[in-house]
């Protein structure tokens, strides 16, 4: 059976994990990373050296990196519906989900940083990561504007990677810009039984 380590309020592991919902496929989950610890652990090191969440062991095969992760189980139990076979479609998705990890995520985990975790306190690096956040938003706003899901017209391993971001974003603490197309997609990824299983946990 697939073992799966991380904390459901990870990022990365609810990246895994929407993948691994939305095929069905039979998995046990042990918390690690943050307050459950684990990940310093010379056991969790022989599985994964970087010390970070998530990382899977299916049938002997340990992987590490959350959007591989996702790309594997993908190609292994869903090919032709999360894991596009035509080769345009499928670089399509990997496009967006190499942006998610370069681009989105950089200043949204700064964003987040400091309204979560850091208080705010220093104004400077939040306005800069603002500033930062909102031209990748602006990005994915008109993406949205022209397809319905990230993958085109239906949900892919794409929208995997970039649901749980999205949801970050739009539950964090204070105001934020109307993001129409945005705001449908959540609404959107929010029908879905694995984002109502799993974007349910507070942000922390």
Not at 68 to 74: E, K, L, M, P
Not at 141 to 162: H, P, Q, S, Y
């Amino acid at each position: 059976m697939l073992k799966v380590w991380g904390r459901l309020n990870s990022l990365n592991v609810q990246k895994a994990m929407f993948c691994i919902l939305e095929t069905g496929v039979p998995f046990e989950r042990a918390n690690a990373g943050m307050e459950h610890g684990v990940v310093q652990t010379d056991e969790y090191k022989a599985m994964n050296p970087n010390s970070v969440v998530p990382t899977i062991v299916d049938e002997g095969f340990t992987l590490w990196e959350s959007n591989v992760i996702v790309r594997y189980i993908a190609a292994k139990h869903s090919t032709g519906v999360l894991w596009p076979v035509d080769p345009r479609e499928r670089a399509d998705s990997d496009r967006w989900m190499d942006w998610q990890q370069t681009t989105f995520n950089p200043p949204l985990t700064a964003v987040f940083w400091q309204k979560v975790r850091n208080g705010a306190k220093h104004a400077d690096e939040m306005a800069q990561a603002v500033a930062r956040l909102d031209k990748a938003l602006a990005i994915l706003e008109a993406t949205l504007a022209r397809r319905e899901w990230m993958g085109g017209k239906a949900f892919n391993m794409a929208d995997c990677v970039i649901a749980p971001g999205v949801h970050r974003y739009l539950n964090l603490p204070g105001e934020r810009p109307s993001w129409p197309h945005i705001e449908r997609y959540y609404k959107q990824l929010m029908q879905r039984p694995a984002a109502r299983q799993l974007l349910i946990l507070p942000l922390t």
